[in-house]
């Protein structure tokens, strides 16, 4: 048994989005309303390695403000994974 701990920066960059309001469809990062393509931040994991599988858990929090036009919106990610090592 291993643990992993494991902190740093991350770069984030939006490909597409779309969103409705009032029946109407639009692009989220296309408008000067809407969402910046590009995120910085940072992360923060830790893992356990159990022979040849590894679980882990992190959480990600953006450092910009993410929304052209609001302020203090900031990217947050909480995750779980689970993984085989060949």
């Known amino acids: 048994m291993k643990l992993n701990l494991s902190a740093g920066p991350f770069i984030a960059f939006g ?9 109407e469809s639009y ?3 296309g408008s000067d309303e809407g969402f910046k393509r590009f995120d910085f931040g940072l992360g923060l994991k830790v893992g356990l390695d159990i022979n040849k599988i590894n679980v882990h858990m992190g959480y990600d929090f953006g450092l910009i403000n993410v929304h052209n036009t609001m302020n203090d919106i900031h990217t947050r990610n909480f995750y779980i994974g689970l993984a085989y090592n060949f």
């Open 15 to 23: 490909l597409g989005g779309k969103a409705k309001e009032d029946g």
């Open 27 to 29: 692009d989220v990062f």
